[in-house]
């Protein structure tokens, strides 16, 4: 049901200053992207078979940045591929898990993504993703 681990987000004050760290370690920094839905900008960084993915507040009213507020940068989330998106949701809510998102929604470069509540993952932020492609 699960295909690997497809990225693992960071929260960041500042893209531009942070992708520095990585392009001096010779990554590719790509897919910058503003994510109106979750009020973000994002970039990804391929390391291997999964990704970096840096996120910037673009509002007071992201959740980033009341993470930043409340937690200070750090590791927000871990996102899992899955192949299924919707049975793995309907599975998890009838084991009693509490789901951010009920449904998929529209994730970064056409992706669907749907968050678990760190209450029911040992306190780190889930989400599950489907439909990325490396040829994006
Ligand atoms: N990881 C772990 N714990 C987190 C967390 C995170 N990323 N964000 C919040 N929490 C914890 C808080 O520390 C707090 O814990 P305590 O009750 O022990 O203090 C609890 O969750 C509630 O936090 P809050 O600050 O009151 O925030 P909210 O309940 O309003 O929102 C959450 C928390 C996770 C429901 C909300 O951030 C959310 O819906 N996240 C999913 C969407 C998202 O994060 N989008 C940005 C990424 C988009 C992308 O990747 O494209």
Same mark, same amino acid.
């Given at each position: ?7 693992? +987000? !960071?929260?960041?004050?500042?893209? /531009? ?6 392009? $001096?370690?010779? %990554?590719?920094? &790509? #897919? ?41 940068? +750090? !590791?927000?989330?871990?996102?899992? /591929? ?6 793995? $949701?309907?599975? %998890?809510?009838? &084991? #009693? ?40």
């Amino acid at each position: 049901m699960i295909k690997k681990i497809d990225h693992i +987000g !960071i929260a960041v004050r500042n893209i /531009e200053k942070a992708k520095k760290l990585y392009k $001096l370690l010779g %990554l590719e920094v &790509s #897919g910058e992207e503003v994510v109106e839905d979750q009020r973000v900008k994002i970039a990804f960084i391929q390391v291997g078979e999964t990704r970096i993915e840096l996120l910037e507040p673009t509002s007071d009213d992201s959740p980033v940045m009341k993470f930043i507020e409340k937690r200070g940068e +750090g !590791i927000h989330h871990i996102a899992l /591929e899955v192949e299924d998106l919707e049975g793995t $949701l309907r599975l %998890l809510a009838e &084991s #009693g898990l509490e789901l951010i998102d009920k449904e998929p929604r529209k994730g970064a470069h056409s992706t669907r993504i749907a968050f678990i509540h760190p209450k029911s993952t040992n306190g780190v932020l889930l989400e599950l993703c489907e439909g990325y492609s490396s040829t994006h």
